[in-house]
């Protein structure tokens, strides 16, 4: 569903990715997880198609994102780090104005939004001004844009950066929901984020991929917890050990 291969993206002298490559299977949801400055979020943005590689192929669902960028946004819904939210609009007249943003056809309008509304929580909120929202309320907002048009895949980048444990978990459950309707790629340099919601893991650092495979395959390593994996891969890499 999701193909990446030899991906690298520089700014000018600056490599921010370099030839990386991964795959996530149909319906899976897959941690990409990093500490920051690692990649990630370079990485969403070229398969949300929001931003070009300089070199390297990436598909979605099939469709290059660059030779068929129509096809590929039709079949994605992105959360970018700070959601793109109208402050000034109300939630369910934002996610309207998406809906029809994003080709939805008239007739099924008020029934996607309607949809999300009930799937993110906001039913409550869906007369709301979005500026006078809480930030987990926020996200859930931004999520729901994601979602509006029933994508096959969902890209969420750091979905639950700066909210309060209870909103962590909410949206963690939310997430875990989407699986098998949806193929998600969440980015998080928190681990416990991969752990508890992810089937797949891609632990990425310096722009390299340094492992990809089930959480299974993560776990697996003589018993090791993810956290001792992911120290471990990070720490090797730093020493030069890593082959990337």
């Known amino acids: 569903m999701i193909e990446l291969s030899k991906i690298t993206k520089k700014y ?3 490599t921010a990715v370099s030839e990386i490559s991964f795959s996530v299977p149909k319906g899976a949801v897959a941690g990409l997880l990093g500490p920051n400055g690692a990649g990630k979020s370079t990485t969403m943005k070229i ?22 960028a129509f096809e590929v946004k039709k079949r994605v819904g992105y959360l970018p780090e700070e959601p793109p939210l109208y402050q000034d609009m109300r939630v ?7 809906a029809a ?20 929580g906001l039913e409550p909120r869906r007369r709301q001004v979005i500026s006078t929202l809480s930030k987990g309320f926020k996200q859930r907002v931004g999520i729901a844009q994601a979602l509006v048009h029933d994508p096959e895949v969902v890209i969420l980048d750091e979905p639950t950066v700066g909210l309060d444990p209870i909103q962590i978990r909410e949206i963690r459950e939310l997430i875990k929901e989407l699986a098998g309707n949806h193929t998600v790629i969440l980015s998080t340099h928190i681990l416990p984020e991969v752990t508890m919601t992810c089937s797949h893991a891609i632990v990425i650092n310096n722009g390299h991929v340094l492992q990809s495979g089930t959480m299974d395959s993560f776990l697996s390593e003589s018993g090791s917890s993810l956290e001792e994996v992911y120290i471990k891969l990070i720490s090797s890499e730093h020493k030069g050990e890593v082959n990337v």
């Open 47 to 68: 398969l949300s198609g929001y931003m070009p590689a300089t070199s390297g192929e990436a598909k979605v669902a099939g469709f290059d994102v660059v030779d068929d």
């Open 92 to 98: 369910e007249e934002y996610l309207k104005h998406v």
């Open 101 to 120: 943003l994003k080709q939805v056809s008239s007739g099924k309008v008020q029934e996607r939004v309607d949809y999300v509304l009930d799937k993110c």
């Open 12 to 14: 000018g002298e600056f």
